[in-house]
């Protein structure tokens, strides 16, 4: 049996979009002599759907594209991730389906049983659990058809079965071995992350090798807003081996032979770079961002910094040189280097840079706000009201335009709350809000590894906001070695007080790093959404209550 | 047996204040003579504690209140809501529990079977469901204790068995009625919208009668961010006739005799009025929103349109007239009314206001602009600018003062993106945001019903933006009366267009308001939270993709 996999770049609620990129790889495949090909989990709608799932006419739209596929089903299967309606009244009104189609008809359909619920995960939300188990019976072969989450839930590396932890109260595939299949196809919309590639590349090995069976793994690749698929859709041997991985970050079609697979073992398992991978995912992220939204043009503002810097590479490199424009908004507190530096980062790309200088308007809101301002001293007002004149230059030229402005804050300032709301908090899409700063600095160095497209001044100088004289960041955060560490403790590993200060951080710093963390929480709710490269973002995978007092 | 309701305002993590308001209240039923106290779901952390449930340090105060309770239950039982840990490895780590505690121990403990995650629920992010269901015995009495939503899924009024689509697959009382329960309590979490504490009594009621037993259901009062806890407890006799309701949007306790309720039985359900009840809803709403996150001061722009005008007389009744101040802004395409009916509401109210032109800013913004806008004419870019300046000057007045910024966008402009990000969209807290245009007025003339206190130019002249010329809301928007109506169809009744159609609403129309709706989601990703009033509010509850690209 010859089957091919289709690693695609769907568009949530674009059905004529999905559809014609399937139809597409149907008769690609068809051509290339494949006997079934696979699509991935909710495919024909796009992942995550969220609430347009609760609408009939979103449902009606699915069904129609699953009627065209199974008519283009003609001398292939085609295998497709769907919403399914749930046909008794008790329970959750849909399944989160895999379609079998042949000749025109649905000949089998399964249900997905595990439903991720945390983290960026809402399908409990929508979905009833599937209870029953069988596997599909096609082309002389038994196929265990599992969506996603359903062969996630099982120990991986050393860890032994007693030791686990597991999420859910059993495995599908433990039923579905009794009905002894001869392979796993899994169909999935598993997101980005950058220990993400690794931890899934070692999933499928432990179900490879748990179960004895050659398996077909198929994967989402592209954006949708904050969640980024990568991709790399793959095939193991019953030994855990990897016969072959698809590209990341590319849309691709592969047809495997089922024989050959146990015939001609092979491991070409790719070793995963982390800031290659970091770089290809926001690089993916801003590029379907604006494809998907139907815009084409950037504008970013250029501090001098490093974060405004990286951020103005990766979206040139993601939409072009002529798409990508910045301004210069400097204040009596801007020092000349960071003018000078970027200008020197905008000519190295040979992209558009202005120079604004905010003194007049913020000159005109100290005067106007004078009779109320009284002769109170220069605070974070006066700070932030620096930082709101560039906001509002910057949104004045994306309204007069149509740019889209992209923030440049990082995850360690967003962490914190060491950012001003409706200034530099402002944009659309948040590129570097999952990227700590120490993580900014290291992937700058790994972009400048042959050419040195970030200037070296603005890599190597103190970071600071420029918003009062010879201000530094470190006047009022942890150095960021040493804030960033905590906060991965905190963030990632959800690791209380007691447990980080155990592992030899001060006390002292640790509480006030995650006080700030807690009571920045209304900062956060109203930022732009951000682009997620770790397991642990800012946004819909991270919810925190605002008006709680814990830790706070 | 004696029944102690205690209704309480928690707050979200805040263990010491918790635990002190309910030993207060153990007392006081004791010293009463009551025989059992009862607090509401998940009472010892608040409601809802989100992710810091995966914290296991907010587990261990969790226990640490729940024994201290324990030891409180002395001469009383007290029986109370928190979240347990889950014993067995499989599935997910927590239950959502009542305890119920006697003599120093924990001598029966209930799981949650039905997990609300729909709307603002997300309970099986974090909770595994009960699947064993067992009375529990205490004082002579079988007693069935549920949590929430366990009593939720039955049909109310007219609704047959048949014709109901209920949300699970079995019903806790349903296993609970064959043990023959004495009574069932109800240890709940049920947010307030205008049209819920109608639903409520009304499933209350159904199952008093179904199960033929009497009810004592205990609930939350007061607002964490944007859901707003009602209150409402209330008992309920075998027969469904209400014996008693306790206060909305206020704390209380209050004790029940179990033979007084058979013996003498009445009908004391209040009737509820819509505009009172979300007038007080969004009093507890702004107040608690202060007082849970240690603010005294409010600061509001002031129009002279009616959202403004509204949210200000809320707020200086929530606050006090002492602690709200208002900015007035006008530019030159700001009418003279639109100043001296400012001045007349704020006169009315007895609170300060200042004027602040924006000409001088808004001026600078213009010149230093110029030379890259070169000759385009005046559009959006500027109208924003305005709306820009002022939210600018308002947040620098709310940081040099340490007020904070009461948001005035009303549901309707909300869902169709009428407002400018980081102008008039700008504030911690939205009051109106789930309130419609249509309702606003209703609600203010609900205000005005006694004294004129929001002056009745405000209400009755036609709304208006005021950003460029006799600009009329209705240039660019259909009038708010069927404005209103066709959202309602599609936020809250989530018709799909067709649907919508067929009720006789213009084609055009409708699917120029979806379009606005869907596509304007990147704006609602910014904004305040929102107090919710309705059954479906902008945030939490309501989850769209923003990339979508689906009636847009």
Redesign the interface.
């Known amino acids: 049996m010859k089957i091919a996999l289709a690693q695609i770049n769907y ?5 004529e ?1 999905n559809q014609r990129k399937m139809l597409a790889q149907v008769e690609a495949a068809k051509e290339q002599g494949a006997d079934l090909v696979c699509f991935a989990e909710l495919a024909v709608c ?1 992942y ?5 799932l ?5 449902m009606a ?1 699915c069904r129609k594209v699953i009627d065209v596929l199974a008519d283009a089903a003609r001398g292939i299967a085609v295998v497709v991730g769907a919403p399914a309606s749930n046909p008794v ?5 849909l399944f989160n389906a895999a379609w079998f189609l042949h000749e025109g008809k649905v000949i089998a359909r399964r249900e997905k049983a595990l439903l991720p ?2 983290d960026v995960f ?1 399908e ?2 929508y979905f009833e659990p599937a209870t029953e188990f069988e596997v599909v019976e096609w082309g002389g072969k038994r196929i265990a058809l599992t969506i996603c989450e359903d062969i996630w839930d099982v120990p991986t590396g050393d860890v032994s079965d007693e030791d ?7 495995r599908p595939l433990d039923r579905l071995r009794e009905q002894q299949p001869d392979f796993i196809l899994n169909l999935s919309a598993s997101p980005f992350s950058f220990e993400q590639a690794q931890t899934r590349m070692d999933i499928l090995k432990a179900n490879a090798k748990r179960y004895e069976l050659p398996l077909f793994y198929v994967n989402h690749v592209g ?3 904050e969640l980024i698929f990568d991709g790399g859709s793959a095939v193991l041997d019953s030994q855990g081996r990897v016969y072959d991985e698809m590209p990341y970050f590319k849309e691709g079609l592969a047809i495997y032979d089922l024989n050959d697979i146990k015939q001609n073992p092979r491991d070409q398992e790719r070793p995963k770079q982390k800031m290659a991978l970091v770089h290809d995912a926001l690089l993916c992220g801003i590029r ?2 604006f494809q ?2 139907g815009f084409s043009s950037a504008i970013i503002g250029l501090s001098g910094g490093i974060d405004s810097a990286l951020t103005t590479v990766l979206a040139a490199e993601a939409l072009g040189v002529n798409q990508v424009r910045v301004l210069l908004m400097p204040s009596r507190f801007s020092s000349d280097h960071s003018v000078s530096d970027s200008i020197e980062l905008a000519e190295n790309l040979g992209i558009r840079y ?1 120079i ?3 003194h ?2 913020y ?3 100290v ?3 004078h ?3 009284e002769n ?1 001293s220069f ?4 700070e ?2 620096q930082s ?2 560039r ?3 910057l ?3 994306s ?2 335009f149509g740019h889209i402005l992209l923030n440049t804050t990082n995850k360690s300032e967003m962490a914190v709350g060491y950012g001003t ?2 200034g530099d908090l ?1 944009g ?1 899409l948040s590129i570097l809000g999952d990227v700590y700063k120490t993580e900014v600095f290291s992937l700058a160095k790994w972009i400048n590894q042959d050419v040195e497209i970030i200037p070296r001044n603005i890599i190597e100088k103190p970071p600071s906001a420029e918003l009062r004289p010879d201000q530094k960041d470190t006047d009022s955060l942890p150095e960021y070695d040493l804030l960033d560490r905590i906060l991965y403790q905190y963030i990632e590993k ?1 690791r ?4 980080i200060i155990r592992q030899g951080f001060d006390e002292k710093v640790v509480r006030r790093v995650i006080r700030l963390v807690n009571i920045n929480e ?1 900062k956060r ?5 951000v682009l997620r490269v770790s397991t642990k973002a800012f946004g ?1 995978g ?11």
Do not use: W
């Not at 009244?89 to 009104?93: C, D, L, N, Q, W």
């Not at 605070?379 to 006066?382: S, T």
């Not at 709710?525 to 959404?529: F, I, K, R, S």
């Open positions: 568009h949530i609620g674009h059905f979009s796009g995550p759907p969220r609430d347009f609760e609408f009939e006419g979103f739209e009244p008790e329970g959750k009104r619920t945390y809402d409990y939300r686990f932890d597991p999420m859910y109260t059993f954006a949708q807003t379907d961002y998907k939204l202005d604004l200088p905010i007049k308007p000159d005109a809101f005067q106007t706000l009779p109320l301002f109170r605070d974070l007002a006066e932030n009201m709101r004149c906001g509002l230059m949104m004045a030229l309204n007069k709301l409706y402002a659309g959800q209380d007080p007691q447990m209304f709710h109203q930022t732009a959404p819909m991270r919810r925190m209550p605002i008006v709680a007092r814990y830790l706070s």
